[in-house]
């Protein structure tokens, strides 16, 4: 199976789809990003809600970006153009690839920062800080420029580097080994977390909903958040399902893919609220807030120093299995529709997302002034990709493939041309056609107060 010839890359297992895909949907999304996002809106109220819409509207988008790319056998751009000849769906494929662009541009500020955090616990960096101490260690590092910078470029250019070998050379190997153990370790950090005295306050507030937080804002968020923690929306997972073999089952690979992306994010919760509480931090402390609050649990654990080089370390690499499948979408495109080599696209793509890449990081120095309707650069470019352009981009995924493709293809697909059963097939083409439209409008026109 290995060595078969395959002629524009294949994954050579099932695993190695399911590991492809999950290295995507886990990364910062999950242990950075819903933490942040759940704390400033809510708590309980916003997690029920983000369960809600992975297990209706996220799974569905998922399965039909992996059929739409299995079928099409193309990049996100050429899988619509393909499939719909002469009509203008390549759009939706183009606004993928801005989308890439904005979301790699501002997670490698982040991803940047795991570095930082990654160097100094090898330092042993955090040992005998307070809550205090730690805080403004993150604020000194953040404030510093030069230093996030460089960490960002560094981890571009290994984002870069894996992309040019090829994902599924790249991936498959990394992440089969290394995402269990990030599981075991958030696990034992849970642990300690829930043990810290006051830790049950933490635990109210992310399973005990408070549904007077519920607004248009809350709700809208939670959409956000299951998207671009799925990594649905923008043509990530067509790409990779151009990659899947004809022998998978697609259905069985989307559970798989959200369960262990929602149980991680509810786990990342489980590791960060209780410890948020236990040291007199707040919840809506923003896009700081784990790694403001993730040094005080390792401070407080026996062997918290090799704990926290784990952690960070296989954090770092959680987030490029990420990058990797949001630059593989713009870098596949200009291989197929540009006849670049993968090498050239990978340069010249990877060097105009660094540049607008240098904004988002300094959105927390030296431009943390200027803002955009009230967001700094960065703030505009995360709630942009997750509320604004992932949500639109799945509207349209799920109506290309509910009302434009069709039911044949979408039954070629789930049962693999007919040799297998798929059992939620009517509740499927239900959720495409109408639910999942029709909802993500409404979250929309909800949010901008249209609904009153
Ligand atoms: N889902 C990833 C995370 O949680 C980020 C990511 C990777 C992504 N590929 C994507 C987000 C595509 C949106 C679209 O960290």
Same mark, same amino acid.
């Given at each position: 199976m290995t060595d078969k010839i395959v002629p524009r890359g294949a994954f050579t297992s099932k695993f190695g789809i399911v590991a492809a895909a999950a290295g995507s949907a886990v990364g910062l999304g999950n242990i950075w990003r819903f933490p942040y996002v759940a704390g400033e809106n809510g708590g309980g109220a916003f997690l029920l809600i983000y369960i809600g819409f992975i297990l209706t509207i996220g799974m569905s988008v998922m399965l039909a970006e992996f059929i739409i790319g299995r079928r099409a056998q193309k990049n996100a751009l050429g899988s619509f153009k393909k499939l719909a000849p002469g009509k203008p769906w390549w759009i939706v494929g183009f606004m993928g690839i801005v989308a890439a662009f904005v979301i790699l541009a501002f997670y490698s500020t982040i991803a940047g920062w795991t570095f930082e955090y990654l160097i100094q616990a090898i330092g042993n960096g955090f040992a005998g800080k307070d809550a205090g101490a730690i805080s403004q260690m993150f604020t000194d590092f953040q404030t510093s420029t030069t230093r996030p910078l460089l960490w960002q470029l560094v981890f571009m250019v290994l984002t870069a580097?894996?992309?040019?070998?090829g994902v599924q050379k790249g991936i498959e190997k990394y992440t089969k080994m290394l995402m269990p153990l990030l599981v075991l370790l958030i696990i034992i950090m849970c642990i300690r977390s829930l043990t810290l005295p006051g830790a049950s306050e933490g635990v109210n507030f992310l399973f005990k909903p408070d549904f007077s937080k519920i607004s248009g804002k809350v709700i809208l968020e939670a959409l956000g958040q299951s998207f671009f923690s799925m990594s649905i929306g923008m043509g990530a997972l067509i790409t990779y399902g151009s990659y899947i073999q004809k022998n998978n089952k697609l259905p069985?690979?989307?559970?798989?893919?959200?369960?262990?992306?929602?149980? &991680?994010? #509810?786990?990342? =919760?489980?590791?960060?609220?209780?410890?948020?509480?236990?040291?007199?931090?707040?919840?809506?402390?923003?896009?700081?807030l784990v790694f403001q609050v993730l040094p005080n649990i390792f401070t407080e654990m026996p062997g918290g120093y090799i704990f926290a080089v784990m952690f960070f370390l296989l954090l770092s690499v959680a987030a490029l299995t990420s990058t990797i499948s949001v630059l593989e979408v713009v870098v596949a495109y200009g291989i197929e529709e540009l006849n670049l080599s993968r090498k050239k696209a990978t340069i010249i793509f990877t060097s105009a997302i660094a540049v607008l890449g240098v904004f988002a990081t300094l959105s927390f120095s030296e431009l943390s002034e200027f803002k955009i309707f009230g967001h700094t650069i960065f703030g505009s470019l995360d709630w942009l990709s997750a509320n604004l352009l992932l949500p639109l981009g799945g509207?349209? &995924?799920? #109506?290309?493939? =509910?009302?434009?493709l069709g039911k044949k293809a979408i039954v070629d697909e789930v049962t693999n041309n007919g040799q297998i059963k798929m059992r939620f097939l009517r509740v499927f083409i239900f959720i495409l056609k109408y639910i999942a439209p029709v909802a993500i409008v409404l979250v929309f026109l909800n949010a901008i107060g249209v609904l009153g």
């Open positions: 580097g894996i992309i040019v070998c069985n690979t989307t559970f798989q893919v959200a369960m262990a992306d929602t149980v &991680i994010a #509810i786990l990342a =919760g489980v590791m960060i609220f209780p410890a948020v509480f236990a040291f007199n931090m707040e919840p809506d402390a923003g896009t700081g509207v349209f &995924i799920v #109506i290309f493939l =509910g009302w434009v």
